[in-house]
């Protein structure tokens, strides 16, 4: 079909799964609403590399590990992906402030799909 886009899988490992709920609890429990709208944000953004996995830039650090890791920021936070065999990977939801270390990714952990 003329016009449609390609739609690409996106997953989560298990330390970005904790790390989208960890900054979801941070916070504050008197502002549920707070937090549930910081989670559409944040899902919504990420919903964008189904269609545009590219968008995200190579970060820096990440020639240091060999790997092409992205990231798209939201608010103060950034959101590491990998794009590998016509599928993303979220690797790791982190705040922007911390330094990046590449023990913080447990890229030994992934796999392509079906490996």
């Known amino acids: 079909m003329a016009g449609r886009r390609r739609k690409y899988p996106v997953d989560f490992s298990d330390r970005a799964d904790n790390d989208l709920l960890a900054h ?24 964008l590399l189904r269609f545009f996995p590219w968008l995200g830039e190579v970060i820096p650090e990440a020639l240091e590990f060999g790997l092409e890791i992205r990231h798209l920021v939201y608010g103060n936070y950034r959101i590491f992906y990998l794009f590998v065999g016509e599928r993303v990977s979220i690797v790791r939801i982190i705040q922007a402030a911390r330094q990046i270390r590449p023990e913080m990714f447990g890229l030994g952990q992934l796999e392509e799909p079906g490996g």
Do not use: Q
């Open 24 to 47: 979801r609890d941070y916070i504050p429990r008197d502002k549920p609403k707070t937090a549930d709208k910081w989670l559409r944000g944040i899902k919504r953004r990420i919903d």
